[in-house]
């Protein structure tokens, strides 16, 4: 397309599952945040995995989120993760993705429990009362969370976001 009608970005909601020898990773691309259905799946095994060391959890999941993205990063200007993107004063997975993207793509976090002293925006979606987490790079929490909020889906979790948790825990 030409300067004048420049080719849309995508967003990307990304997780991971772990196996005993390896981890699959799983992004779903779409062009608008009402989306119902991805545009398009992609799904990586990965292995070998880094072990789980608490409180570094990045160092397990960020490579797999890296390898699953690589294909697609030119065209995504949002990244949407299971988790925060801010812990406190440090810094979560999300804010680590940031970096590791070149903070060319906001990231978007996005967690189903509370974590003290997380600058958390809460989200309330669906019939349930316990609301969302959301923290965000490269946006506004306020601005990430109204995305969340308009995200296909009448249930606590956006469609999408169960849509790449069960495509690789299925996978």
Known sequence: MSEEHPVPFL????DVDYREQEAVSACLLFGRWEAERPTRTLVERIAPVAPYVPGEFYRRELPCLLATLRPFISLVDVVIVDG????????????????A????????????????GAPA???????GRRPLYVTA????????????????????????????DQLCRRA
């Open 11 to 14: 967003k990307a909601c990304v």
């Open 84 to 99: 925060y993107v801010w812990l406190g004063e440090a810094l979560g997975l999300g804010a680590r993705l940031y970096e």
């Open 101 to 116: 993207l070149g903070r060319r793509a906001a990231v978007i976090g996005v967690a189903k429990s509370a974590f003290h």
């Open 121 to 127: 925006t809460s989200v309330q979606r669906g019939p």
């Open 137 to 164: 790079a490269g946006m506004s929490a306020e601005e990430a969370a109204g995305h969340i909020r308009e995200m296909h889906g009448e249930y606590r979790l956006p469609t999408l976001l169960r849509q790449v």
